[in-house]
């Protein structure tokens, strides 16, 4: 959960771009102000937290890290150099980040990125990337 203080101390994010800034992981948040930081591009939130009933709605995994504020979609800009600048803002940032990363790229209607950031009780070691082809 994230605080006042720690909303506060985001440079590159306003409270108003998350639906549910309280909900937010604080530790996610940082990294993703820092990630966004080495990008140098807009970061364009489309999804953040998720409540279990907003999460089934959009066919959302049953463990997704957007339950837990651990994880953001983000547009995926339309120009390819903002595109690049995007995902080399998150690869340098990998090294920084506190526990492995979900990244999921979603190409369909509307293609977006998924980032999410594990924790302890995941098990997870390694980072983990996927391209997801969806044509609707
Ligand atoms: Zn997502």
Not at 24 to 45: C, H, K, N, S
Not at 76 to 89: D, E, Q, V
Not at 97 to 114: D, F, R
Request: aromatic share 8%; net charge neutral.
């Amino acid at each position: 959960m994230a605080t006042e203080a720690d909303l506060a101390r985001l440079r590159h994010f306003r409270v108003s771009e998350f639906r549910a800034p309280e909900r937010m992981d604080a530790l996610f948040l940082t990294w993703l102000d820092a990630a966004r930081e080495m990008a140098g591009v807009p970061f364009v939130i489309t999804s953040d937290w998720r409540s279990p009933v907003e999460n089934a709605a959009v066919g959302g995994y049953e463990r997704s890290l957007h339950l837990r504020g651990r994880a953001v979609d983000l547009r995926w800009p339309a120009s390819r150099i903002t595109a690049f600048k995007l995902l080399r803002g998150i690869v340098l940032a990998a090294r920084l980040a506190p526990a492995p990363l979900q990244l999921e790229l979603e190409i369909g209607a509307q293609p977006h990125l998924h980032l999410g950031l594990y924790d302890e009780t995941d098990g997870k070691g390694e980072h983990e990337m996927f391209v997801v082809h969806r044509t609707l």
